[in-house]
Nanobody, 125 residues
Framework: QVQVAESGGGLVQPGGSLRLSCAAS????????MGWFRQPPGKEREFVAS????????YYTDSVKGRFTISRDNAKNTVYLQMNNLKPEDTAVFYC??????????????????WGQGTQVTVSS
């Protein structure tokens, strides 16, 4: 099994930045896609970004393009989400997920098999 754990969430003012980290273990990290999802208060979980096995291909939901960057360091078994120009509507629990059945970019919830516990991101003045 693959285990993932998020960290780096917190409280930030609008326009600020945060970098989330996701440490993975229990699998061959450099062979599968990774993704970030988020769940705002009172809403369903939604896709944010994904990255393929090597980090060469990425995909983002429209609302975060130009503001968020997903990356991975296969030597450290870690994926990152750099979030800039944060907005109050970005407030959510952010989840990291692993898709060991898929080496390339994926963006559907059902394509991910392993999920972290989530880290809270709150954007407020």
């Amino acid at each position: 099994q693959v285990q993932v754990a998020e960290s780096g969430g917190g409280l930030v003012q609008p326009g600020g930045s945060l970098r989330l980290s996701c440490a993975a273990s229990g699998g061959t990290f450099n062979t599968y896609a990774m993704g970030w999802f988020r769940q705002p208060p009172g809403k369903e979980r939604e896709f944010v970004a994904s990255i393929n096995w090597s980090g060469g291909n990425t995909y983002y939901t429209d609302s975060v393009k130009g503001r968020f960057t997903i990356s991975r360091d296969n030597a450290k078994n870690t994926v990152y989400l750099q979030m800039n120009n944060l907005k109050p509507e970005d407030t959510a629990v952010f989840y990291c997920a692993a898709a060991p059945r898929h080496p390339d970019v994926v963006y559907h919830t059902y394509e991910y098999d392993y999920w972290g516990q989530g880290t809270q991101v709150t954007v407020s003045s």
